[in-house]
């Protein structure tokens, strides 16, 4: 506990720089919209990867995911792979950012990470809050909010090592798209797949196959034990 209690201070007093550049930058009418934000995006972050890089950096990381995230419709996955700069985009890093705006689902950061290993990447940071937002009809980004109405996205901030060349950047965009949109498909498909266990099973009790009685319990068995969580169709 006073390790944890220890990590709440570090962090908070981290964020506190990162408040103040927000209140000196931020109109009065937003501040408390993105101060709680920032608060929710570091919340689950290591306090010492937050005190490695600079109030200003920390700012322009959550302020950059948050504009990016100005307009999505529900299904669609916002996503770019950039190198920032302070002359084009405020802050910096010494590293490749990955940032993506996605309705929350499982597999996102695992599926993400793989595909970073797999273009011989090193991961350095991830950040991964899980947002309630309100948006419009159009897809924009009114605020944020909890309950009816509201939407629960995954904004991933993901850095990794620094990668020069533009053909790359492109190359690992489309990849991780890619690899999204595949778990995108199998999110919405395995629902009716374990359905499909389940009327196999009622099937063999209606109507049991002329099979040995001890095969067909066995059998039996394992789909259902399948169909009960055990399994990721």
Excluded: C
């Excluded at 408390?32 to 109030?55: I, K, N, S």
Aim: proline share 6%; net charge negative; glycine share 6%.
């Amino acid at each position: 506990m006073p390790n944890s209690v220890q990590g709440a201070d570090a962090r908070a007093e981290s964020l506190e720089q990162v408040f103040k550049l927000l209140r000196s930058k931020v109109a009065a009418p937003q501040r408390d919209t993105l101060e709680a934000f920032v608060r929710g995006y570091f919340g689950q972050v290591d306090p010492e990867d937050l005190d490695e890089r600079d109030a200003a950096d920390l700012y322009g990381a959550a302020m950059s995911h948050w504009n990016f995230a100005h307009r999505r419709e529900p299904g669609q996955v916002r996503l770019r792979v950039f190198n920032p700069t302070i002359a084009e985009h405020g802050w910096q890093s010494t590293h490749t950012v990955i940032e993506i705006v996605n309705d929350d689902m499982p597999f996102l950061v695992d599926s993400v990470t793989m595909e970073v290993n797999r273009h011989g990447l090193t991961l350095h940071l991830i950040i991964h809050p899980l947002v309630g937002v309100l948006r419009g009809a159009d897809g924009t980004l009114l605020g944020l909010g909890e309950g009816d109405g509201a939407l629960r996205e995954s904004f991933i901030h993901v850095e990794v090592d620094r990668v020069p060349e533009p053909a790359r950047l492109e190359a690992l965009a489309a990849d991780v798209t890619r690899v999204l949109g595949d778990v995108r498909q199998a999110v919405a498909d395995w629902a009716q797949i374990r359905q499909r266990v389940h009327d196999i099973v009622a099937e063999i009790d209606a109507n049991p196959p002329p099979i040995p009685a001890d095969e067909l319990a066995e059998g039996r068995a394992f789909l259902a034990w399948l169909a009960d969580n055990h399994f990721t169709f």
